[in-house]
Every structure is written in C-alpha cells, then in structure tokens.
C-alpha cells in the first residue's frame, strides 16, 4: 500500500470549527448576486454590456492560515445578446494549500417570452491544487509521508449552468466540477477531493417607490461530505445608484444525515453595498459576521470587488439589467 499524505493542517481546522468544513468546498463570495459568474456559467453575457470585475476576500481576518481569495471575472454579449462569452481566474489560499484555476464561458441564450430568456452556459478550463510542504508543521521530522517543498496536481474542469432571466425575475440551476475528479486519484498524494457542486438560485427586483427598489434571492448549494447550505438575501437599490443590503448564510441536513454533528451549526451574516460611483464603474464591499464558535475568534471576512463596463451605463438599454 502506498503512502498517503493528507493535509493535516486543513484536516484539524475541519474537526475543529464547523465553519471550516467548507475548506474543500468552491470558494463562495458575498456578493455572487452582483456578478452570477461565480456560480453559473449560464450568466455570462447577461449584462449585454462588456463587463470586468475583480474581487478580494480575506475570510476569518485574525485566524492564523485563514483563507484568502482572489478572483478576476469579464464577460460580454454577441450576435445581438444571443450568446455570451466568459473567461475567469482564481487562486484560493488556505494556510499551506492553494488552489489556482482558469475557466473560460460560452453562453447560448434563447428568448422564449418577449422580454424573458433562457440561457445554457459550459464553462472549461485547468485547476491546479498545490501545498507548500515547507509550511506544515508536524512532530516527526522524519516522517516520510510529508512533503518537502511543493507538490502539485493539475485537473481539467467543466461546469455547466441553466440561466433564465426577465425584467424583473431570475432562476438559475448549475453544476460545478463536472469532471477532473479521477486525474486526483493518486496512490501516494491527497490533495483535492474535486468533488460535484450543486447551485440553486432564484430572485426577483420588486418596486417600493420611484427611487426605491427591493430584490430579494436566495442560493443553495449542495457538496458531498457538507451540509446543504443556503443564503437568504435582502438588497434595497436606491436611486439606480446605490444598493444596501445583507445576507444570512446558515445549512441545513438534506441529503447528508451521516456528519459529524459538529458540521451542523454553521451561521453568518453579511452587510453588503455596491455603489455605481460612475457610468462605467462599480465598487463593492462587504462585512461577514460568524454566529457560531468563529465569533470567539474575532474572525469576520472583509470582501471588496471593483467592476468596470467597457461601455458608460448612460447608454440606457430596453431592459436593465440588475441581476
């Protein structure tokens, strides 16, 4: 039997804080309800406008090894908003283990009613999972099943999503490492499980008065070995200018009835904002608070995304679009 290494640095935080038993889940951000690439490929092109943005996340701020994500997303519109093209960058850093991967997006979009649509996206690329062996620290130093330097494995990726969308309602369903699981599967190394992730998603933007709109959401994900967690959102829009908002992140167990009942309690809140500081640009931010065992650790994530259009919003479309 060969050797098998297991990273026992992110395998403790596992056992020891429920929150953390997202350590081998996707990276999740505040703000996916202003930028539904991170969780859909079916999203990309639904701006109808060429779009970039980057976002920053530092999770846990005052934990030692915390997570630090870092994302780079642009997407735009062709054939008169038929179809859509994407491309995205991330690297996720969790104490000696880092995550690196690249997707590029292509969205076809039928209009099935006459201002509603519905959208198929496929989205492919490499994801590499390093660990950084001269980081770990552990009792024997002769152990041999512990690595010295870096190791590395490279997987392909595929992720598909359902999208559709209208003036003023959104529904999206999408899976997420639909293959590359097997090129993990080594005798000797254990990096990455790679496992399938599900994202329901659905919302709505409902009018309060002239200068005041409300959008509600929610989101579901389901991963194996997790809970099934879900985000309940509230956004106000003001002005077309400013959005205001927060979330409420807790789990649920579906699907999973064999976990650890420390894997149970898992509840956070966020306070989120996005103002459009000019016709091109957008700037967000929000504040993450843990209701659980975290709140004694003084860990509350920080998130900032900055968005560009390549075209000025002045350019009024038939349809805004504030999904």
């Known amino acids: 039997m060969g050797k098998i290494f297991s990273i026992l640095f992110i395998s403790v935080l596992f056992l020891a804080i429920p929150n953390l038993s997202e350590g081998q889940q996707l990276p999740q951000f505040s703000q996916y309800m202003f930028n539904g690439l991170h969780i859909n490929p079916g999203y990309a092109g639904y701006k109808s406008e060429g779009y970039v943005q980057s976002t920053f996340r530092s999770q846990w701020v005052s934990f030692p090894g915390a997570p630090r994500t870092f994302t780079v997303t642009a997407d735009l519109s062709a054939n008169e908003g038929m179809q859509g093209f994407g491309v995205s960058f991330l690297t996720d850093q969790i104490g000696p283990a880092r995550t690196t991967g690249g997707l590029f997006t292509y969205a076809y ?33 002769n152990d041999p099943n512990i690595p010295v330097g870096r190791e590395r494995m490279v997987t392909p990726n595929m992720n598909a999503g359902l999208f559709f969308h209208n003036s003023r309602f959104y529904a999206g369903f999408s899976a997420f490492n639909m293959i590359g699981k097997g090129a993990l599967e080594r005798e000797d190394l254990s990096l990455a499980f790679h496992d399938f992730h599900y994202f329901l998603t659905a919302g709505a933007l409902l009018p309060v008065s002239d200068a005041v709109q409300f959008k509600p959401s929610f989101l579901i994900k389901e991963v194996k070995g997790a809970p099934t967690s879900y985000d309940l959102n509230g956004m106000l829009l003001f002005m077309e200018r400013l959005w205001l908002g927060a979330s ?33 640009l957008r700037i967000g931010y929000a504040y993450d608070h843990n209701l659980n065992v975290l709140q004694d650790y003084r860990t509350n994530s920080h998130e900032i995304s900055v968005g560009y259009y390549l075209s000025p919003r002045s350019v009024k479309l038939r349809n805004p679009r504030w999904f």
């Open 109 to 141: 979009r039928m209009q099935v009613g006459e201002e509603s649509f519905f959208s198929l996206g496929l989205s492919g690329g490499f994801t590499e999972y390093m660990i950084d062996g001269d980081l770990l620290k552990y009792n024997d130093m």
């Open 248 to 280: 409420y992140r807790s789990n649920m167990r579906i699907w999973n009835d064999n976990l650890e009942a420390n894997l149970g309690n898992r509840n956070a809140v966020a306070f989120i904002l996005e103002l459009f500081a000019t016709e091109n």
